[in-house]
Nanobody
Framework: QVQLVESGGGLVQPGGSLRLSCAAS????????MGWYRQAPGKEREVVAT???????NYADSVKGRFTISRDNAKNSAYLQMNSLKPEDTAVYYC???????????WGKGTLVTVSS
């Protein structure tokens, strides 16, 4: 089993920045993809960014140029640096880990990001 714990959410004004962190524990394999997803009220969960164990990254078009995903394999952690935040970025952000070997997905409980003046 893998446990994921997110932190770093909060209230920020439009144009501001936040950095989300995700710490993994348990039976963590280094062969995995980590990602950030978000779910806004009344909407489906959507992918924000993913990062492979090779550090190849992918971003949703809506966040390209504003968000940066990174990982620290030594700390079993992933991060999401969010800049130039917009009200439409308001959502609960979830950390995800997918193990390559089993294709199993693990999820954190989420952290709320609110962008409002």
């Amino acid at each position: 089993q893998v446990q994921l714990v997110e932190s770093g959410g909060g209230l920020v004004q439009p144009g501001g920045s936040l950095r989300l962190s995700c710490a993994a524990s348990g039976s963590v394999s280094r062969s995995n993809r980590m990602g950030w997803y978000r779910q806004a009220p009344g909407k489906e969960r959507e992918v924000v960014a993913t990062i492979e164990s090779s550090n190849i990254t992918n971003y949703a078009d809506s966040v390209k140029g504003r968000f940066t995903i990174s990982r620290d394999n030594a700390k079993n952690s992933a991060y999401l640096q969010m800049n130039s935040l917009k009200p439409e970025d308001t959502a609960v952000y979830y950390c995800n880990m997918r193990l390559y070997r089993t294709s199993m997905d693990y999820w954190g409980k989420g952290t709320l990001v609110t962008v409002s003046s």
